[in-house]
Every structure is written in structure tokens, then in C-alpha cells.
């Protein structure tokens, strides 16, 4: 699987963006799918998951009521709408397939996007 992130740019404190990460190869819909960010200086951290059909999500707290993740296995496609975003949400963002443990959404990460930026300013 290849993982082919966009749809970072400059916004606003308080404005939007949607993030989309197209994948190629037809086992996309067999994973479960995530985002991450990494600011400068710091670990790349978890931002959010859905499980493979879609019907399960989750969130880390900081992003929690802003964020929303999406998925459209008919397209290969992830997608991450942001709202309200803040200036702490500067990084960049990454998506990534993962092979979920039974019972989560989480496990080892198989295959990782390139990355897009996100700049908020205040």
C-alpha cells in the first residue's frame, strides 16, 4: 500500500481544514487507517483512527470534538476534517494503514504517508 497525503496549507486560528490520504493497492480496506503529526522539536503523536469499516473511531484528547475522521474504501481514501483549529495544531500531518490489535484500533503501523504541513496562525 502506498499512502499519498494532502490538503495541508495556511489557515487562521479558528479556521478549517479537510486532509485527504489516497491509497494505492486493494487491501486498503482490510486496515485500519490513522493520522499522526509532528511539530517541530517534538514525537510524532497520535491525532485520530477508524477502524476498516469505518464504524469505529477514536480520538486523542487535545483534537477531541474538533476533529473528525472519515474514510471512503470505495475511493482508497482517509480523510481528516479539522475545525476550530488552534495554533498548537501546527505540524505536520501524517497518515498512516495499521494493523490493528483485536479489540482497537491500534497496532503496528505497516505503511506511512509523506506527510503534508499544517500552519496555523494566531
Known amino acids: 500500500v502506498q499512502l499519498q497525503a494532502s490538503g495541508g496549507g495556511l489557515v487562521q486560528a479558528g479556521g478549517s481544514l479537510r486532509l485527504s490520504c489516497a491509497a494505492s493497492?486493494?487491501?486498503?480496506?482490510?486496515?485500519?487507517m490513522g493520522w499522526f503529526r509532528q511539530a517541530p522539536g517534538k514525537e510524532r503523536e497520535f491525532v485520530a483512527a477508524i477502524s476498516w469499516s469505518g464504524g469505529s473511531t477514536y480520538y486523542a484528547d487535545s483534537v477531541k470534538g474538533r476533529f473528525t475522521i472519515s474514510r471512503d474504501n470505495a475511493k482508497n481514501t482517509v480523510y481528516l476534517q479539522m475545525n476550530s483549529l488552534k495554533p498548537e495544531d501546527t505540524a505536520v500531518y501524517y497518515c498512516?494503514?495499521?494493523?490493528?490489535?483485536?479489540?482497537?484500533?491500534?497496532?503496528?503501523?505497516?505503511?506511512w504517508g509523506q506527510g503534508t504541513q499544517v500552519t496555523v496562525s494566531s
Open positions: 498512516a494503514a495499521i494493523s490493528p490489535i483485536a479489540g482497537t484500533l491500534m497496532g503496528p503501523i505497516d505503511y
Open positions: 493497492g486493494r487491501t486498503f480496506s482490510s486496515y485500519a
